[in-house]
């Protein structure tokens, strides 16, 4: 069965430092999208991308916070210059259209800052 | 506000009992996705049931909408030790892109 892969499961950086997470949607999926859940808490929308261009982005999705569809298959978020609060698990997620259609989820990369 | 509310935040039942979750939202939405998810993994996407629908089944899974209470239910007979996970709704609204807004999450343990 198809799915969503992320890499790396688990990323420690340093405060400061740029970050790369990567995902690899669904073959035949157009929409992508990221989210991230700080440990405990809800799972929060960040970006949605579409056509090789955001369609939607949340407040938390500041100028630190860049994605790119570099390929056919892969889909990255970049964080600039991470911070203590941006330790989180960071998921990615495909379509196959918008509205009334199942997300997928892949299972996400777990980044710590310290 | 918040969207997409579940209750009990918290179930415990024995192995072979029926579980219900339920799940309110206080906007309109287009459809509205329950999933699991395990501890600290991935987000398992269990059924999505759009709002011009009432009921669906799936497997041991059955859900409810009732949009005129803003509310859904999540049902699993028969529940196994395995159903033990934390599972959230998520809705969309109409013109939102399929932007996924989630609840907290209902903690289930399934007792053997």
Redesign the interface.
């Known amino acids: 069965e198809p799915e969503v892969t992320q890499t790396p499961s688990h990323q420690v950086t340093q405060m400061g430092q740029e970050v790369i997470l990567r995902c690899v949607p669904i073959s035949n999926h157009l929409?992508f999208?990221w989210?991230r859940q700080i440990l405990g808490?809800?799972?929060?929308?960040l970006v949605?991308f579409?056509n090789n261009e955001i369609?939607?982005k949340s407040e938390i999705f500041d100028d630190q916070f860049s994605v790119e569809r570099p390929d056919g298959s892969n889909f990255t978020l970049k964080i600039r210059s991470t911070k203590l609060e941006d330790s989180a698990?960071y998921?990615c997620?495909s379509?196959e259209a918008?509205?009334?259609?199942?997300?997928?989820?892949?299972?996400?990369t777990?980044l710590t800052v310290v | 506000s918040q969207q997409g509310e579940e209750d009990p935040q918290a179930l415990s039942i024995q192995e072979g009992e029926n579980a219900t979750m339920n799940c309110s939202y206080k906007t309109s939405i287009?459809?509205l996705?329950w999933?699991r998810q395990n501890s600290?993994?991935?987000?398992?996407?269990l059924i999505?049931i759009?709002s011009n629908e009432r009921e669906k089944h799936s497997g041991r899974l059955r859900v409810t909408l009732d949009t005129s209470k803003k509310s859904s239910s999540l049902l699993i007979t028969a529940s196994r030790a395995a159903d033990t996970a934390s599972y959230?709704c998520?809705t969309?609204r109409?013109g939102?892109?399929?932007?996924?807004?989630?609840?907290?999450?209902i903690t289930l343990s399934v007792r053997p």
Do not use: P
Not at chain 2, 96 to 105: C, V
């Open positions: 929409y999208y989210y808490q809800k799972v929060e929308f949605s579409y369609s939607e698990m998921f997620a379509s918008t509205g009334g259609t199942e997300a997928f989820f892949g299972q996400g777990r | 287009n459809n996705q999933y600290g993994r991935g987000l398992v996407h999505l759009r959230f998520a969309d109409a939102a892109n399929s932007k996924l807004t989630f609840g907290k999450g």
